[in-house]
């Protein structure tokens, strides 16, 4: 059998750390929800002592993800994508500064200015698709760089080598946030990246019906110390949510497979609707980020945001319109979902320079049958005419 390098994506989503029980014969990870494990001497025992610490089925989960990131310092799950957010964060120090992109992910900005800033840890927004401003924004105080491509929920595209490159000449360390984009479609680390984070929530896990986060090493440098922070905080997920993403794990490339194609035909039909006054979708040609995805991605992803020539009320109103696009926060799922990020999920950066047009909708592409999809969308935007 070929080196696990060597194998394809889908055949380590399937098999990377995921051996049949010795014992039984299982083709599945068992879930284990043994809390502790019997050691035969003190110190002397099979790879586990508590499940806070070390737990078999989050192991493989671990396993599966890092093989797929191409990660060679390893990976660590956790109870939520904020959770692993929290953890990387901590290799900066009070007194240092983080450099986020000018659109981030609600969730994040809240936790840097609400929980990080208090305590000394700084963060400056910065157009990332813009290195010389970039580079300007650069001090001595500067630790780490963290990017999102595509962005959420603006979907815009950073140049992952082109700012590694920048932030580790003046020596900060690179996180990509690859919830967006997923292993299959694109490769952080490879890219020049230190480490990637994941909520497992998302496309991972697949069927809206797990939370969990996970980040991805590039070396054992950084690893090491996030281990430390798993281990003595304690936000690890359950054995039965890692089985649950673990499940999804094998089904992504088919899944993202579908989610490229189905967004893209709804960016195209969005695109031409006279009520709709911009698409965000980084397939489309004329979106400015899209040389660089094609570039560093294998697909545009299942994401696509548009703005309504009508404003808030017409965003709220497509909102609660359509029947087959569930209005619910969350992406990334079997399901199709819309929601307006300016009262939802970006609700916290509202005032703030990271606030969102209040007449964007975000929609999440699901597995339906795409002629309903389009249908369900022409529908909703009829309402506005």
Known sequence: MSKDSDLGFETKAIHAGQDPDPITGAVVPPISLASTFAQTAVGHHNGFEYSRTGNPTRRALETALAALEGAAGGGLAFAS?????????????????????????????????????????????????????????????????WIETPTNPLLNIVDIAAVAELAHAHGAIVVVDNTFATPYLQQPLSLGADVVVHSTTKYIGGHSDVVGGFAAFGSGDHADAIAFYQNALGAVPSPFDCYLALRGLKTLAVRMDRHCASAASVASMLHEHPAVARVAYPGLVDHPGHDVARAQMSGFGGMVSFILKGGENAALEVARSTRLFTLAESLGAVESLIEHPHRMTHASVADSPLAVDPGLLRLSVGLETIGDLLDDLAGALDHIA
């Open 81 to 145: 994508g904020m959770a692993a957010e929290d953890a990387v964060l901590r290799l900066a120090s009070p007194g240092d500064e983080v450099i986020i992109p000018n659109d981030a992910y609600g969730g994040t900005y809240r936790l840097l200015e609400r929980v990080w800033r208090p305590l000394g840890i700084a963060s400056a927004p910065v157009d990332l698709s813009d290195l010389e401003e970039l580079a300007a924004t650069f001090s001595p105080a500067t630790r780490m760089v």
